[in-house]
Nanobody
Framework: QVQLVESGGGLVQPGGSLRLSCVVS????????IGWFRQAPGKEREGVSC????????YYADSVKGRFTISRDNAKNTVYLQMNSLKPEDTAVYYC?????????????????WGQGTQVTVSS
């Protein structure tokens, strides 16, 4: 049974940092791509970053390049999203998701398995 559980969200001031975690079960990280997505109120879900299963390659949306870093710890079955220099426009519910075809693309439709989400609020 595939499961993903996010944690690490919260309230942070502009310019601050947060690290999100996504603990997975039911598969191994070297088989599935893992993506981070976010959805703000009234907006569509958008891809933030993903990491390839087979090769660990990383990809970022232009809006977060240079500020966010995705990484994984295979032994802990955990994928991280380090978020620095946070802006108010980063406020959203953040989801991690798994793509069993390891396409390494940031399209929500490619991801069959999703976590429940964690709220990130950037505000002074």
């Amino acid at each position: 049974q595939v499961q993903l559980v996010e944690s690490g969200g919260g309230l942070v001031q502009p310019g601050g940092s947060l690290r999100l975690s996504c603990v997975v079960s039911g598969f191994t990280l070297d088989r599935y791509a893992i993506g981070w997505f976010r959805q703000a109120p009234g907006k569509e879900r958008e891809g933030v970053s993903c990491i390839g299963g087979s090769d660990g390659s990383t990809y970022y949306a232009d809006s977060v390049k240079g500020r966010f870093t995705i990484s994984r710890d295979n032994a802990k079955n955990t994928v991280y999203l380090q978020m620095n220099s946070l802006k108010p426009e980063d406020t959203a519910v953040y989801y991690c998701a798994a793509d069993s075809f390891d396409t390494r693309r940031l399209l929500p439709i490619l991801y069959a398995y999703w976590g429940q989400g964690t709220q990130v609020t950037v505000s002074s």
